[in-house]
C-alpha cells in the first residue's frame, strides 16, 4: 500500500504570495491533520479533519486554512506568506481520530523569501 | 496545556552501544504515546505506539515504555548501528486529539 503523499515537495514564495499544500492518506484512513516543522524544532499541531470537517485547531493565525475532501486527501493553505512560514510542512494520517497510529508522509519544504 | 521534552537534546556515542532516549510530559492524562525517527528533511517514520493502558512495546532493536503516573518514556536503542544517525522525536496525544512532540534528540553513532 501507498503511504501518505504530498505535493510539492518543494516550494519557493516570496512575501505575500499564498500557497496551497496537498496530501492524500493511507488508503483506508479517514483522518488528515497538518503540522509545521520549524528548522531545529519538533512539529506544531496546525488542524485536523476527521471525516471532512475540523476537528482540532492548533494556534495559528487565520491566513492558515484547509480543508478535506470527499476521498478524504486534503489541502493546507497560507495567504499572506510572512518569511516566518518558511518550514517543513508534514501531513499524517490516521485512521481514526488521533487516538490510533498516526503516519506521515515526506513533506513539503516551504521556503518564503 | 501539555508540555514535552526530550533529554538530552544530542547524543553521540560509539557504534554497539545500548542507549537511552528520555522523554517527559507535564500532563499525565494521555491517549497514546508515539516515538518517530526523522531523518535530515525528511518525514517522520513511526518507531512504537504505546497506549495509555500499556507499560512498553518492543519493536527488534527498540523498546520503549511509559509510566504515565510520573510523565515519563523512554526509548531504549540496543546494539546501536551508524544507521541509527537520525533524530528521534517523542508525542503524546492528549485532549484535542493532537499529537504534541518533543524537540527531538539528534542522535550520532560513530563507526
Known amino acids: 500500500d501507498a503511504g501518505v503523499t504530498q505535493s510539492p515537495t518543494h516550494l519557493i514564495k516570496t512575501r505575500g504570495q499564498h500557497v496551497t499544500l496537498r496530501c492524500s492518506p493511507i488508503s483506508g484512513h479517514k483522518s488528515v491533520s497538518w503540522y509545521q516543522q520549524v528548522l531545529g524544532q519538533g512539529p506544531q499541531f496546525i488542524f485536523q479533519?476527521?471525516?471532512?470537517?475540523?476537528?482540532g485547531r492548533g494556534n495559528f493565525p487565520d491566513r492558515f486554512s484547509a480543508r478535506q475532501f470527499p476521498n478524504y486527501s486534503s489541502e493546507l493553505n497560507v495567504n499572506a506568506l510572512l518569511l516566518g512560514d518558511s518550514a517543513l510542512y508534514l501531513c499524517a494520517s490516521t485512521y481514526w481520530d488521533g487516538y490510533n497510529e498516526q503516519f506521515f508522509g515526506p513533506g513539503t519544504r516551504l521556503t518564503v523569501l | 496545556k501539555q508540555e514535552v521534552t526530550q533529554i538530552p537534546a544530542a547524543l553521540s556515542v560509539p557504534e554497539g552501544e545500548n542507549l537511552v532516549l528520555n522523554c517527559s510530559f507535564t500532563?499525565?492524562?494521555?491517549?497514546?504515546l508515539q516515538w518517530f525517527r526523522q531523518d535530515p528533511g525528511k518525514g517522520l517514520t513511526s518507531l512504537l505506539l504505546i497506549q495509555s493502558s500499556q507499560r512498553e512495546q518492543t519493536s527488534g532493536r527498540l523498546n520503549a515504555s511509559l509510566d504515565k503516573s510520573s510523565g515519563r518514556s523512554t526509548l531504549y536503542i540496543a546494539a546501536s548501528q551508524p544507521g541509527d544517525s537520525a533524530t528521534y522525536l517523542c508525542?503524546?496525544?492528549?485532549?484535542?486529539?493532537?499529537?504534541?512532540f518533543g524537540g527531538g534528540t539528534r542522535l550520532m553513532v560513530k563507526p
Open positions: 500532563d499525565s492524562a494521555i491517549y497514546n
Open positions: 508525542a503524546v496525544v492528549s485532549a484535542g486529539n493532537m499529537l504534541t
Open positions: 479533519y476527521y471525516e471532512k470537517e475540523e476537528r
